[in-house]
T-cell receptor
């Protein structure tokens, strides 16, 4: 079974540009999560989709970040315009099942560098 | 606010020595605690969760609510245990993880 996949694996952009990250969850997983690790800090939750609906977006840092999951399959996370502090590794995870009973499976991450 | 603290950024031990990776949390309710591991060039993967009370790859972790700790232990470290280890907390009724900053374990030959 294919795991969670993320594209691209790396992205280098200039401040002010736009970047779109993509995540394909494990097939059949209704829950999809985005997390971010900024250098030297902990992995932080960004948001959680259940199918196509945003269940919890309490971790989104500001309105420069836009996440979508049209059709409840893959998800995109757009950063527009990108700032230097957005650099880090963006992880996607997916799971299936009720809260407390499911396991989150992580993708390999997208390394974003904003210059 | 809920928080997970992993006080050691780097822990180096010799092969065959015991290992203890520390994790403390702050949460007044009933927590779910997890250990995730990331081996070199691999993705983050679940190592164990406290409700399972199982041993994976020789590792165990016991939830101590009095000390608000969930330390990861292994009696005899192996070189293949070298990796980044993250402790994570989930508060009751929520899906999101609250991670610690991670501890890099290096097992020396």
């Amino acid at each position: 079974e294919a795991g969670v996949t993320q594209f691209p694996s790396h992205s280098v952009i200039e401040k002010g540009q736009t970047v779109t990250l993509r995540c394909d969850p494990i097939s059949g997983h209704d829950n999809l999560y985005w997390y971010r690790r900024v250098m030297g800090k902990e992995i932080k939750f960004l948001l959680h989709f259940v199918k196509e609906s945003k269940q919890d977006e309490s971790g989104m840092p500001n309105n420069r970040f836009l996440a979508e999951r049209t059709g409840g399959t893959y998800s995109t996370l757009k950063v527009q315009p990108a700032e230097l502090e957005d650099s880090g590794v963006y992880f996607c995870a997916s799971s299936q099942g009720r809260v407390g009973q499911e396991t989150q499976y992580f993708g390999p991450g997208t390394r974003l560098l904003v210059l | 606010a809920q928080r997970v603290t992993q006080p050691e950024k780097l822990l180096s031990v010799f092969k065959g020595a015991p290992v203890e990776l520390k994790c403390n949390y702050s949460y007044s309710g009933s927590p779910e605690l997890f250990w995730y591991v990331q081996y070199s060039r691999q993705r983050l993967q679940l190592l164990l969760r406290h409700i399972s009370r199982e041993s994976i790859k020789g590792f165990t972790a016991d939830l101590n609510k009095g000390e608000t700790s969930f330390h990861l232990k292994k009696p005899f470290a192996q070189e293949e245990d070298s990796a980044m280890y993250y402790c994570a907390l989930r508060t009751s009724g929520t899906y999101k993880y609250i991670f610690g900053t991670g501890t890099r374990l290096k097992v020396l030959a």
